[in-house]
C-alpha cells in the first residue's frame, strides 16, 4: 500500500483500518476536528505533517527525542558517507520486512 501517493486523509484513515477517534487523536487532533478535515476543511500544514509522520512514515512520536535529530544533523555533515550507508541499510531492511509480509 503506497499511503505516500494518497492525499485524502479519510483514504489514509480507512486504507489503515482505523476510525476516526484512533486516527486522528494519535496526532493530537479531536475527533471532530479530524471529520471537518475528512470533509474537506483546509489542514494546516502542522497537521498535514504530523498526518504523514504517524500514518504515513509510520513514525512512534514517543520513542522520537531531540538528540535523535542532533545525531542525524552531525552525521550528514560531518559523515556524509556514513549517513548514506545508514539510510541504505535501513530501507533494505525494511524491504525485506515488507517483503516478508506479503
Known sequence: MKLLELV????IRRRLGLNQEEFWTRIGV???????YESGRTMPKP???LL???HVEQVDLSRVKKE??????????????????LRKATRNKRRKSEESKH
Do not use: A
Not at 8 to 11: A, S
Not at 30 to 36: A, M, N
Not at 68 to 75: C, G, K, M, R, T
Open 47 to 49: 497537521v498535514r505533517e
Open 8 to 11: 485524502n486523509p479519510r483514504e
Open 30 to 36: 479531536t475527533q471532530s476536528g479530524g471529520s471537518r
Open 52 to 54: 504523514r509522520l504517524v
Open 68 to 85: 535523535d535529530f542532533e545525531v542525524i544533523d552531525h552525521l550528514k555533515s560531518h559523515h556524509p558517507d556514513l549517513y548514506q550507508s
